[in-house]
Structures are given as C-alpha cells and as structure tokens.
T-cell receptor, first 112, second 114 residues
Framework: DAKTTQPTSMDCAEGRAANLPCNHS???????VYWYRQIHSQGPQYIIHGLKNNETNEMASLIITEDRKSSTLILPHATLRDTAVYYC?????????????FGQGTILTVHP | DSGVTQTPKHLITATGQRVTLRCSPRSGDLSVYWYQQSLDQGLQFLIQ???????AKGNILERFSAQQFPDLHSELNLSSLELGDSALYFC?????????????FGEGSWLTVV
C-alpha cells in the first residue's frame, strides 16, 4: 500500500471550509484514495473515496490532483461535530486484499 | 449506524483469561476485518476473512484467533490475556474484497484486562 502523509493537526473556524491535505506520491494507478474519520474512540466513519476523478457526496468533496500524488478533503461548512481525527488511506487490492492501513491521521479541531 | 454490530460493547477480564468478541457484518457483506486500537499503537489491522476463508493477516498475535461462520458472522478469540491487550477492537465489513467497495466499521468492543 502506498504511504500517505498528512499534517498532524489543523484548526478550522466553525462555518468555514476545512481543507485537509494528503500526500500520496507513491500511489499506484489502481489504488483508491479513501478518507475516514474517527470521533473520540467511536468506530471509524467512512467519508468518501476516489480513484482519479474528483468526488462529492453529502459529507464532503475529494479533490485528487491530475498526477494523483496528492489529494484534498474538503468539508464545506465545518461544524463543531466535525472535530475528529481524519485518515487518508491509499487502498490497494492484489495481495493486500483491500484492507485499510491507517496512519496517524490529522487531528482537526473546529472552534467556535 | 453503519450496520455492523459488535458485542459486547465493554468487557473487563483478568490476566490469563480468554474472551470472545463477536461481529455481525452488514447484511450481504461477505468480507470481515478485525482491527485493534490501543493508545500507543493507533488502528492496527489484525485479520480479514472473506466468505468463511482467511484472506489477509496483519499483526495478529498467536494468542489471538478468528473465524467467520457460514452465516457470515465472525468471532475474535483472545486468550492468555495480558495487560497490554487492553484496547478497542473494531470489526468492519464490506461487500467483497474489491477496493472500490466501502468498508464500514462497527462501534467497537472495549476490552480492559486487569
């Protein structure tokens, strides 16, 4: 699985967009980029995933650069409940059988 | 609610004992994953099953074992427990092993070994 690099922590004001970067410069062509978050010891919550194209759902948007070496998760209007650890994962198939390998993630703190 | 059910939610047991954690995957999901989260290790992949067969193994101790039954529920057995086994244990499931299929996590089982 390709290694991902994320900032250790970020702050965001409530109501503003939160932009969380992720570097995955060694990602291979068939690895998906997945984002999960974990709110205080709850189960990791799926946010969004993509392969090449930008993706949007009711929670967030995922912007993947054309060379696929980095991506940005965008929470358009952050709320206090979005305070969590956000994990960016490059998910591989083949001998990895699609398991998720979690790094340290980014601690996002949304403040009033 | 992810649809993945784990029991028990909390468990306190003594060193040397054996416990079983149970997981019911989302309806129709064939693949089950187990993860361990301790304070100093983060989320660690333990093992994966697909339709009853083991598919991938991570950093799972020999004292730990798992299986997936014909009805697709899974159990993680932890034996000869040590203080260091205290952790949150998560089960997750997906439709199959395809990497385009989302993996959904349960709320975890808190294990405290005293």
């Amino acid at each position: 699985d390709a290694k991902t690099t994320q900032p250790t922590s970020m702050d965001c004001a409530e109501g503003r967009a939160a932009n969380l970067p992720c570097n995955h410069s060694t990602i291979s062509g068939n690895e998906y980029v997945y984002w999960y978050r974990q709110i205080h010891s709850q189960g990791p919550q799926y946010i969004i995933h993509g392969l090449k194209n930008n993706e949007t759902n009711e929670m967030a948007s995922l912007i993947i650069t054309e060379d696929r070496k980095s991506s940005t998760l965008i929470l358009p209007h952050a709320t206090l409940r979005d305070t969590a650890v956000y994990y960016c994962i490059a998910r591989a198939g083949g001998t990895s059988y699609g398991k998720l390998t979690f790094g340290q993630g980014t601690i996002l703190t949304v403040h009033p | 609610d992810s649809g993945v059910t784990q029991t028990p939610k909390h468990l306190i047991t003594a060193t040397g004992q054996r416990v079983t954690l149970r997981c019911s995957p989302r309806s129709g999901d064939l693949s089950v994953y187990w993860y361990q989260q301790s304070l100093d290790q983060g989320l660690q992949f333990l093992i994966q099953y697909y339709n009853g067969e083991e598919r991938a193994k991570g950093n799972i101790l020999e004292r730990f074992s798992a299986q997936q039954f014909p009805d697709l529920h899974s159990e993680l057995n932890l034996s000869s427990l040590e203080l260091g086994d205290s952790a949150l244990y998560f089960c997750a499931s997906s439709a199959d092993t395809g990497i385009g299929n989302t993996i959904y996590f349960g709320e975890g089982s808190w294990l405290t070994v005293v």
